[in-house]
């Protein structure tokens, strides 16, 4: 049976809009409800849902076209399945033999009464009876597509039925509690088709009073007198659908409070989903709303006083590099609750082996941080929490499967922090390379903006300028940072007797929604006890 699609009704006034975009081809199956065409009126862009599912067989416009109210501008030829079980089972409600009772035409010009059954659905695997949980449409009650018509309870859940089709229902032949078979007719829905083609086979509506009759002994009468009577094919109504949705996502949507408006669908042509109304709402629960007035009052930064009342100053603005790490530590601070713990390294071996090797290899240096670079990249495979981001609005953790080290770099113009990409996969010398290459470009200004990107965790040593122990700011959206402190000799006990050992200090910050105590001190451990006996590298 083919359907006609007019343009709807889009509100006082209008007669003429526009097809601004055509969004299906001929020959391509559509879903109800599935958006057709885009039209622009003076008011507002809408999009056309279909109005049954099935295969587009023609499309009369084109982009750009100027259409009128009521247009017929598509036709689909409805969904094959139905008809095929309405003409294949005689014992279906739609099978009443059509010369019993004559069919109700709409109109002179195009409408149908159809019925259209509805069967309880596969409901999974194994499953072959359920309850009628409830019942929750009357006979007479006008349905739009998809509204649900039951609620039915199987071993393992309890699922809506959707209507398949809008119209009226006829007939309802179940009760709550009842038990039905997975394939069995609950209902009959009469349905006005606007159709010019002849329909196959044409499902019988009785006329005034007559008993609607069911192979399953089940009689309702008909009162003719309500819409699906009706002798005028009427154009279907834009109901405020600006946004393409199915009923069902919108009643959803409405239950649990979301605007369907605001809502980012990612099907296509941007149609909604029940997945895309729950992820919006779960963004709109991890929002962070504006403080109200008496906390941003305490929030606000106060006016700062003159100065100049005390004595000479001189403003000068902030260069870029101030500015945004001004910006990102504050990003940082406010969203990443901190937490920073300690632990300290015996590098005296690994002392004489830097010394030998630089007196060996003319010139060649190998620093603590190059080490610190080979070390952490096995850390973070060890311990892949550490390479990974939150996304609070998916409440998901993302795992990197790639180990770029970013390496804070100290620059005239401020802090810098290039990527050494994939540190994992590099060697000592390979590593010592690239950080001094670097860390001279940083300092040169010469640093592309690739080169400052994808950092999965951050390495920051202020040793070098005699600092111990500090609490870096975790360098977001990493979840981990290790600061390294100034080595030291200093007196340790040791086989029952004082030594000098060359102790390095290490800090860790970390984003405490991911990484607890415990993973930390792990994770720093492992780090000491590699830099103090790096064959347990090779251990894994
Ligand atoms: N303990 C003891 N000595 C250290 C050390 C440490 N933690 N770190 C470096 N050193 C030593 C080096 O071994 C080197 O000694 P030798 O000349 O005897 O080999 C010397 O100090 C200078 O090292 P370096 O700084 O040139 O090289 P590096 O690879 O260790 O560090 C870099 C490179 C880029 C990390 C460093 O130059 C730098 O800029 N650090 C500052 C980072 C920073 O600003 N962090 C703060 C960020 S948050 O505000």
């Known amino acids: 049976m083919r359907q006609e699609v007019r343009i709807p009704k889009l509100g006082d006034n209008i007669e003429k809009a526009d097809i601004s975009q055509v969004l299906v081809k001929v020959g ?24 049954v599912a099935g295969v587009v ?34 014992t279906t409600v739609a099978a009443v033999p059509a010369a019993e009772v004559p069919p109700v035409v709409a109109s002179p010009a195009t409408a149908h009464q159809q019925l259209q059954e509805v069967r309880i659905p596969k409901l999974g695997d194994n499953i072959e009876k359920a309850d009628i949980s409830k019942v929750l449409v009357k006979v007479g009650e006008r349905v739009t597509v998809e509204q649900a018509l039951l609620e039915i309870e199987s071993d393992k859940a309890t699922v809506e039925l959707p209507a398949p089709v809008a119209g009226v229902i006829q007939a309802i032949q179940v009760t709550d509690g009842q038990t039905v078979t997975i394939g069995q007719v609950v209902m009959a829905i009469a349905t006005t088709a606007s159709s010019a083609t002849p329909v196959v086979p044409v499902p019988v509506v009785p006329t005034v009073h007559q008993p609607f009759a069911s192979p399953h002994g089940f009689t309702e009468p008909l009162d003719n007198n309500h819409e699906l009577a009706q002798k005028t094919a009427p154009i279907p109504e834009v109901v405020g659908y600006s946004v393409p949705a199915a009923p069902t996502v919108r009643r959803f949507a409405r239950e649990i409070g979301v605007n369907i408006n605001e809502v980012r669908g990612t099907g296509p042509h941007g149609r909604i989903s029940k997945d895309d109304v729950k992820l919006h709402a779960k963004k709109l629960l991890t929002r962070t709303y504006p403080a109200p007035a008496m906390a941003q009052a305490s929030l606000a930064v106060p006016a700062l006083p003159d100065f100049s009342q005390w004595g000479t100053v001189e403003n000068q603005p902030m260069n870029n590099v101030r500015r945004k790490t001004a910006e990102h530590m504050a990003r940082a601070w406010q969203q990443i609750p901190h937490v920073t713990q300690f632990d300290q390294a015996d590098i005296t071996e690994l002392e004489k082996f830097r010394k030998a090797l630089a007196k060996k290899s003319n010139g060649e240096k190998l620093t603590v941080t190059a080490v610190l670079l080979k070390i952490v990249a096995a850390a973070l495979k060890k311990f892949p929490k550490f390479n990974a981001s939150i996304d609070v609005a998916a409440e998901q953790v993302v795992f990197k499967h790639y180990c770029h080290v970013g390496v804070a770099v100290d620059t005239p113009q401020g802090l810098l922090v290039p990527v050494i990409r994939d540190a994992d996969q590099k060697g000592l010398r390979q590593l010592s390379a690239e950080l001094n290459e670097l860390a001279e470009k940083a300092r040169a200004k010469k640093l592309g903006l690739e080169q400052l990107q994808g950092g999965t965790f951050t390495i920051t040593n202020l040793g070098g300028m005699g600092t111990t122990y500090f609490t870096p700011i975790v360098n977001w959206p990493e979840v981990a940072i290790l600061g390294v402190g100034k080595a030291q000799t200093q007196p340790v006990w040791q086989d029952e007797q004082w030594l000098p050992r060359f102790l390095l200090p290490l800090s860790i910050s970390y984003d405490h929604r991911l990484i607890d105590g415990a993973d930390a001190a792990r994770f720093l451990r492992w780090v000491a006890e590699s830099l103090e006996q790096p064959l347990l590298l090779l251990m894994d």
């Open 28 to 51: 391509e199956t559509v879903i109800v409800d599935q958006a057709l065409l885009e039209i622009e009126s003076d008011k507002a862009t809408v999009e056309l849902p279909a109005p």
């Open 57 to 90: 067989q023609a499309i009369q416009v084109t982009d750009g076209q100027t259409v009128t109210i009521g247009q017929v501008v598509m036709e689909i030829e409805v969904n094959a399945v139905a008809e095929t079980i309405a003409a294949t089972e005689p």
